[in-house]
DNA sequence: GGCGGACGTTTAATCGTTTAAACAAATTTA
DNA sequence: TAAATTTGTTTAAACGATTAAACGTCCGCC
């Protein structure tokens, strides 16, 4: 790799001070420096194609203009389309962005965490697995910039950017109850996390206040890391009850999409009488022969408000701030 | 952000140089240093909760043991999913992935290019845009590393990590006429990049090789951002001949998304008459009601060997391989 | 008893910037 | 005309690490 040109190459071939050189290109002194000398220096700058080592400047002022995002898994769409959108509003604000994945992993985010702070990244945008609390819980008393999205710990008071999961599953199933469907199952993650507690906590409470009293059944729990054999499992068991479900809800797309591979495969002999409801979006639902309802994340206002926030947390001001985003209800029926 | 323990603070506690301590936290100088101060270096240490800090490190020794990304859209799963396994096969490598989109345009991905060089990244991964020639043209002259993936440039020879898209091609259509089809169109996209070319060469030649002699009006082309509208007005021109086509291949997974959507809305009338073949994978192939067969990319080899080919450049390997993975296709008949 | 080597550690330069402070020369002010 | 200010530029330290070279000490050996 040819040696790139330095503010010292500049100095030496103006005849100047790096000192100069640097006021010079990065506008500061504006009124003290004489305009030619100035535009030596930049053609000089230009002619010699020079640009800033970053490394440099960021040990000096220990700013590195880059955010850390922590993820679930990037290779899935939720996470990946979040971390578009942060990319873009990040790249707005002159920032740029290193991302890794945690696979649920609490030793994984930790890691993670470790090497995007030993890259003095000036902030950190975290999609915390379970267990990452005490994670959380030591950046904020080391005081790091960060914000927590999608999850939040309910015992840490921090900045974080999530969806009102309770109020949202709770409307999706009232809808369900609305639309007369009686017998509701839920299959959705056997995790700690609370955000997806609250998805139950909804679902329960809008069946109370219907006065529909669920047998344990109906809550069929999956592990985190999406196996097929066990969300099919769930689906059997809410099929092959004396009384069936009429409904279910799925605790996000990806449990909804083996769902569907499961009415798909085994044919389920009358899948209009089946009502599903998914959390988060997918291209499959668009494509399956019965119709599937869905929660959307604002995914755009989450993605920017937790680039700012963050931004603004760097920046200095001071404060945490807990926002619940509303969802919106998609409803496709036939 | 509260200061962070430097060498410096460790070697005062200690009472030793810096240098010593650098040695020794870094096992070099084995056989030299005492036991003893070694392990009061390596207490300390861990008590103050050290990490070194990468700018300096790197801004010494000139490796930043990061890598640059240049995806086209990291909110496609395609590029996502090669994300995903190229950031695995750094971190076992030790190292970072920064990455960027480029939205399939030449000035992003100049504007990406230069901000990640800035940053000092190692090397780079890039999946060019059309008209990024220029740019990697660049790259080499100045001897920076650099992989190109799932694209490149016949006159510019570079490393590059590719499926064989004519071979890939020419196979999938082969099939279909091996299969009955007769009258195969295409949509694909209206673009300069090789290996999409390529995919219209391969189809081409099959037709050739069989005595089929295409109308014009068989081969569409859409513009690269995926506008619905364009690729539903494509679908409705091959459906609408006055030989309609039997079989369709698709440029992308994207086009073949909106193209099912097209089908789906307008009911055709018997879509068990149309076979369907795109390039990629995707999920919503499994839920639609005609079994549509693929290209499958082996994602996995491409983003490993890539990793891995830029790391020997980096690590001073000298030559240049163009790499051309083989295909496979990926059957879906009912 | 002087010399050479091993041992354990320190010195000091360096990477490419930034930036407060110092400086000399020109200009204004009193 | 001397003092004060402005103007344009330089000096030099600092950021936090790495690393070749230098430095004493102690030891054994002839």
Known sequence: ?????????????????????????????????????????????????????????????????????????????????????????????????IFGSSDESEVKSAKLITALRNRQVDGLIICPPAGADDQVRQLKKQGIPFVLVDRYFPDISCDSICIDNEQASFRAVEHLIRCGRQRIGMITYDSALQHLQDRITGYGQALAGNNIKPPDQWKQLVGIHNDQAEIHHAMSVLLNLKKPVDAIVFGSNRIASSALKYLDTNRVKNPSDLWLLSFDQSEVFDFFHAPVSYVSQPLMEMGQQATRLLLSRINGTVGSERVLLTADLIIRQS
Chains 1, 2 share one sequence.
């Open 1 to 97: 790799m040819q040696k790139k040109t330095s503010l010292k190459d500049i100095a030496s071939k103006v005849g100047v001070s790096t000192a100069l050189v640097s006021y010079v290109l990065n506008g500061r002194m504006e009124g003290r420096i004489s305009k030619e000398v100035a535009k030596k220096i930049r053609d000089a700058a230009e002619k010699l194609n020079y640009h800033p080592n970053h490394l440099a400047r960021s040990l000096k002022t220990s700013r590195t203009n880059t955010i850390g995002l922590v993820v679930a898994d990037i290779s899935n769409p939720f996470s990946s389309m979040l971390a578009r959108i942060i990319e873009d509003e990040a790249d707005r604000l002159g920032y740029t962005v």
